[in-house]
């Protein structure tokens, strides 16, 4: 969403630090990272700075904030707080801080200017991080208690490690809000809403999930596998698995790194000469001998073609590969009726 201001942020800002003394202007300039460098300092670097303490600085602080309220500066500014209420209510009536400010402007001192503007305004409200949400502004408390409580409720419904489409996740989210004009119920709304929440998240292919999921928090090549392989969808060689990934995240993944880390997961089955399939498709684990024991456990003894049939279905391998192996009497035995089946130990 593209933004463009009617008024000037630093002239603004500029105009309500001319109703503080010189000493308190400085002190707030310094607080919010208002002059040529826009870092912001602490209560204790101003305090040292000024020979007094933290807390008298904030006493400070706070002080030179009212002033500017009760100001004839402030009720003049009245515009430009009316048009940063308006972009809040268009980013959806609660939005997160860093999303409010980056969508305004790239410029970090144009954004210190803003969030002075947000601090000093009366419409505008904040609330820190705490475990569920990140730092987030709102100018309706009601609207902000529905979505957070939107969002807690999408959370717990949530399968630990379920991954889901940008357009299927924003019709879930907005399945669970209510009570909200129908000017919020949009989908770029819907997704500034659901960055709001820092235990949901997406992955870097765009699918939604639980934070904590590795397939939404990608730490390392079998997370990056996995993803890659659930998006082709059907069985894929491993070397094809390294080179997506490097194509795809951007993350240098030798082959052979790749190989032993498809082997150790059980989240992959290698299902023919370096073929790997996700194991939650259906596919067996094993070998094709295994393959072949776990059919017969469960349809009971089966003609050889019955056998190929079925263990075709599981693994991708020549036909004479499944032959071979049940020649091995250590295994298989044929029955009189011409079946085969397992060895009984």
């Not at 048009?83 to 939005?95: F, M, P, Q, R, T």
């Not at 235990?199 to 596998?225: F, H, M, Q």
């Not at 059919?295 to 004479?320: A, S």
Request: with cysteine.
């Amino acid at each position: 969403m593209k933004i463009t201001l009617n008024f000037k942020p630093k002239q603004s800002v500029k105009k309500l630090l001319l109703a503080l003394p010189e000493r308190s202007r400085d002190i707030v300039i310094k607080r919010y990272g208002l002059g040529k460098n826009p870092d912001q300092m602490t209560l204790d670097a101003i305090g040292k700075s000024y020979g007094i303490t933290r807390e008298r600085i904030r006493q400070i602080e706070n002080h030179a904030l009212n002033a500017i309220r009760k100001s004839k500066n402030y009720t003049e500014e009245k515009p430009t707080f009316d048009e940063v209420e308006k972009i809040i209510s268009n980013l959806g009536g609660i939005v997160v801080e860093q999303d409010l400010l980056d969508t305004i402007s790239k410029d970090l001192g144009t954004q210190s200017c803003i969030n002075f503007i947000l601090v000093v305004g009366h419409p505008f409200n904040k609330i820190k991080e705490d475990e569920d949400f990140k730092h987030r502004w709102f100018i309706d408390k009601d609207l902000a208690d529905k979505i957070q409580g939107s969002l807690k409720k999408l959370y717990e419904n949530l399968k630990d490690d379920e991954l889901i489409t940008d357009q299927e996740m924003v019709k879930t989210f907005l399945s669970y809000v209510e009570g909200v004009s129908e000017q919020y119920r949009t989908e770029e709304i819907a997704k500034r809403w659901l960055n709001l929440s820092k235990k949901i998240s997406k992955n870097p292919l765009g699918e939604w999930g639980k934070s904590t999921s590795p397939n939404i928090s990608t730490k390392g090549v079998r997370d990056y596998a996995y993803l890659v392989i659930r998006k082709h969808g059907s069985p894929i060689h491993f070397r094809e698995v390294a080179k997506a990934i490097t194509t795809v995240f951007n993350k240098k993944a030798h082959v052979a790194t790749t190989h032993n880390e498809l082997i150790k997961d059980p989240r992959f089955v290698l299902v023919g000469r370096g073929l790997y399939a996700l194991s939650e498709w259906g596919y067996m684990s094993g070998v094709v001998k295994d393959v072949i024991k776990k059919l017969i456990e469960k349809n009971g003894p089966m003609t050889k073609q019955e056998i190929v049939d079925k263990v075709m279905k599981e693994r991708y391998v020549k036909e004479n590969t499944i032959v071979i192996n049940l020649q091995n009497k250590k295994y298989f035995t044929k029955n009189k009726d011409g079946k085969y089946d397992i060895v009984k130990k």
